[in-house]
């Protein structure tokens, strides 16, 4: 096409045109200009007639373009043929509709057709393009290619300057599309996950639609927003991660009642996916912990925040209540070690390395009540995990285990372990032996320690003394892993959990050493622990055995 538009200008002598065609195609033009042969005579171009709408100097539509992004009022309108420079009414059209502010273009001043009987402006159907007020600028272009089937191969035959501000209103659309486009608009902004959620569910789930706002910190996930955009400027997947892992609101019970069913079933019916999605609920906090681990730095004159977890629920369209206190299946203490999880999670957001968190500030972020709650003890641990929690006095430590509260204890004993983990520290091994009966003295003063501090106390000794191959401890852990259920009793509620801490324990104190540890070869650690595994014969114990229970000579 080129080659022949360059040899009818030639023949006509239509240099500006002739001059055009070879810039824009130096490459197929070449050989026409050394040509002397013409395929119109003379004497034709004397009585051939040029139309009027035919211009002198060839219509560029690079310098259009230039004009439009400028802002510039054209001095004529671009000359087009219906179906033949399609291309050319797109890109300008598209250009206008990115420059201009107003819903409504006026494509009158743009373009002006040319039919064989010369020229018209209002036979288009495009004339006038009106877009609604709710669409960006870019909206209003994407909405236009889709309509006039402009796909990505058909851009991607633009010159790169000219599609530079598509591409760019193409990207703008990408982070935020509307929720009412069609599968093929969805497809050239590159948003294949919105394309398979409309085919397979008809219809968008944005997570603009919900009512989660993501400057609430009532979530416990506030975060530097800004540097996230950096991160991960393409989606929103940081607020939907956040959504998905708030626990301060209460869940959403989505239930129809069937007609013929009567209210009390209903409401059964209601608080039993409750509990359903309260199992959801409770295990939100380590993935919370995980996501905001290391995020926030500390705030002297502030405590730090513990998200609530939020274990009731709103039917809609009345919003009602729904909560857990009708329902006969559920344990008492269910949400125990989730609040200890939601404590946790919140503790490790502070930064390791600050200096900031003292005695004081640790201190300030206890419960405004006297009474110990287990989002604290948790938050205690994830002090521990973080390296903070030596820099609590040592007063304070005895004031924190002096309550009683037994989930304080064990965030406190594993905090402390895991903050000196291997550095065999003996003012933290007194204070965990207080609560391991096998490294008390014999004489000494039996004590009433509650089960669950016990186990924590002995995992806590593993990770005091982690790597180090003690033999005392190796060899008490070694024996703790069966031990008797004691005369009267005392130790025969969950003996498995004690077993398997101390074996545990044991683990953290060989780690890394093997069977060939000087000093420790008179204990056959290998074979005791098969037999503890395989069973077999007792070993002969000493002590005094349990006066209710009858255990038989074999493991």
Not at 304 to 322: V, W
Not at 476 to 503: K, Q, T
Request: charged share 20%; net charge negative; with cysteine.
């Amino acid at each position: 096409m080129v080659a022949t538009l360059c040899h009818i200008s030639c023949d006509l002598g239509w240099l500006q045109y002739t001059d055009h065609y070879c810039r824009d195609y130096p490459t197929v033009t070449k050989n026409i200009l050394s040509q002397e042969r013409h395929h119109i005579s003379q004497a034709s171009k004397q009585g051939l007639h040029v139309p009027s709408y035919i211009p002198t100097v060839p219509p560029d539509i690079l310098n259009y373009l230039l004009q439009i992004t400028r802002g510039l009022t054209l001095s004529d309108s671009y000359p087009y043929l219906t179906d033949i420079t399609q291309t050319s009414v797109h890109v300008l059209t598209l250009y206008k509709m990115i420059m201009s502010d107003s819903p409504t273009v006026n494509m009158k001043t743009v373009l002006k057709r040319i039919s064989n009987f010369g020229m018209t402006d209002s036979s288009k159907p495009d004339s006038s393009l009106s877009s609604s007020l709710e669409l960006t600028l870019s909206q209003r272009a994407v909405t236009y290619m889709t309509a006039h089937d402009i796909n990505m191969q058909k851009l991607s035959m633009l010159p790169y300057g000219v599609l530079l501000p598509l591409q760019y209103a193409i990207a703008e659309c990408h982070k935020n599309p509307p929720k009412d486009w069609s599968v093929a608009a969805y497809r050239l902004i590159g948003r294949q996950d919105l394309c398979e959620q409309l085919q397979l569910s008809g219809h968008i789930h944005s997570p603009l639609d919900n009512e989660y706002d993501q400057d609430d910190n009532a979530d416990g996930m506030d975060m530097d927003h800004e540097v996230l955009k950096l991160l991960f400027s393409e989606d929103l997947r940081i607020r939907e991660v956040r959504r998905l892992l708030q626990s301060a609101k209460p869940v959403k019970i989505n239930i129809t009642q069937e007609a013929g069913a009567n209210d009390q079933d209903f409401i059964a019916e209601q608080e039993m996916r409750l509990l359903t999605l309260c199992k959801r609920t409770m295990s939100l906090p380590v993935g919370r912990g995980m996501f905001t681990l290391h995020t926030s730095p500390p705030v002297l004159t502030d405590p730090q925040p513990i998200p609530e977890l939020n274990l009731t629920g709103k039917a809609p369209p009345r919003n009602t209540t729904i909560d857990l206190q009708h329902i006969p299946d559920v344990p008492v203490n269910m949400n125990s070690w989730p609040l200890f999880h939601n404590g946790v999670a919140t503790g490790l957001r502070i930064c390791p390395r600050t200096s900031k968190v003292d005695s004081p500030w640790i201190l300030y972020n206890k419960p405004r009540s006297n009474d110990m709650t287990n989002d604290h003890a948790g938050f205690l641990m994830a002090l521990g995990l973080s390296g903070h929690l030596p820099n609590l006095a040592t007063l304070n430590i005895h004031d924190y285990l002096c309550k009683g509260h037994d989930m304080t204890s064990v965030g406190l004993l594993l905090g402390i372990s895991a903050a000196k983990r291997g550095s065999m520290d003996l003012t933290t091994t007194r204070m965990l032996s207080i609560h391991i009966g096998a490294l008390l003295p014999p004489t000494s003063t039996e004590l009433d320690v509650p089960h669950v501090v016990q186990v924590a106390s002995v995992v806590g000794i593993g990770l005091l003394y982690q790597a180090t191959a003690h033999r005392h401890m190796a060899e008490v852990l070694l024996s703790e892993i069966c031990r008797p259920p004691g005369p009267e009793m005392e130790n025969c509620l969950d003996r498995e959990s004690y077993s398997l801490a101390a074996g545990l324990a044991l683990g953290m104190v060989m780690l890394g050493h093997g069977g060939d540890v000087p000093g420790l070869s008179d204990l056959n650690m290998a074979d005791t622990l098969y037999h503890y595994m395989a069973g077999g014969h007792k070993q002969p114990t000493v002590g005094v055995q349990c006066y209710q229970i009858k255990e038989g000579d074999q493991v």
